[in-house]
T-cell receptor, first 116, second 112 residues
Framework: DAGITQSPRHKVTETGTPVTLRCHQT?????MYWYRQDPGHGLRLIHY???????DKGEVSDGYSVSRSKTEDFLLTLESATSSQTSVYFC???????????????FGPGTRLTVT | KNQVEQSPQSLIILEGKNCTLQ??????????LRWYKQDTGRGPVSLTI?????NTKSNGRYTATLDADTKQSSLHITASQLSDSASYIC???????????FGTGTRLQVTL
């Protein structure tokens, strides 16, 4: 599991409230990612980070912000949660692969978020 | 637009039987293709990674094939076990940190 933990694992919140999800890694990997997974869709990239304070948007970044003040922590914030953000959120890290592969991705256990 | 399509969406097989899952992609540029297994309530776990030059790779009872000309891949599971019940996700990687395209997965159920 590449030492990835996510917290909380489950959360129910109300529309309009702010929510922060945390991803923690123990192996000092440079790249970290936030994805969401919804029925009928593949995993979709929200934001990613390539170093402390270095982040970039993915394909579904609207309504989300991220921060990375330490190598080991990558936070995903929903400033004002909406029902469309009900989803399972996965954090991932990349490490160098073997042979000619630039890297491999390992995923955390996921956070199930319900916005009512 | 980069896309990865998987079929079937779901599949039920008897324990001990074989099955094959399909993946078609329209992703460019292509770097490598991965198959992940995702158990219910868990994150995806990598099964195989294949580059453009590879056409077959095995991992135990899992064998992946890749035809880069037709942009198709398959995952063959031999002598299925109850623990193979999971979603299998095909992912195509274009070679940069943010450029992975995920399929929607095939949900496999292995029954007695």
């Amino acid at each position: 599991d590449a030492g990835i933990t996510q917290s909380p694992r489950h959360k129910v919140t109300e529309t309009g409230t702010p929510v922060t999800l945390r991803c923690h890694q123990t192996e000092n990997h440079r790249y970290m990612y936030w994805y969401r997974q919804d029925p009928g869709h593949g995993l979709r990239l929200i934001h990613y980070s390539y170093g402390v304070k270095d982040t970039d948007k993915g394909e579904v970044s609207d309504g989300y912000s991220v921060s990375r003040s330490k190598t080991e922590d990558f936070l995903l914030t929903l400033e004002s949660a909406t029902s469309s953000q009900t989803s399972v959120y996965f954090c991932a890290i990349s490490i160098l692969g073997t042979g000619d592969f630039p890297y491999e991705q390992y995923f955390g256990p996921g956070t199930r978020l319900t916005v009512t | 637009k980069n896309q990865v399509e998987q079929s079937p969406q779901s599949l039920i097989i008897l324990e001990g039987k074989n099955c094959t899952l399909q993946c078609n992609y329209t992703v460019s540029p292509f770097s490598n293709l991965r198959w992940y297994k995702q158990d219910t309530g868990r994150g995806p776990v990598s099964l195989t990674i294949m580059t453009f030059s590879e056409n077959t790779k095995s991992n135990g009872r899992y064998t992946a094939t890749l035809d880069a000309d037709t942009k198709q891949s398959s995952l063959h599971i031999t002598a299925s076990q109850l623990s193979d019940s999971a979603s299998y996700i095909c992912v195509v990687f274009t070679g940069t940190a943010s450029k992975l395209t995920f399929g929607t997965g095939t949900r496999l159920q292995v029954t007695l």
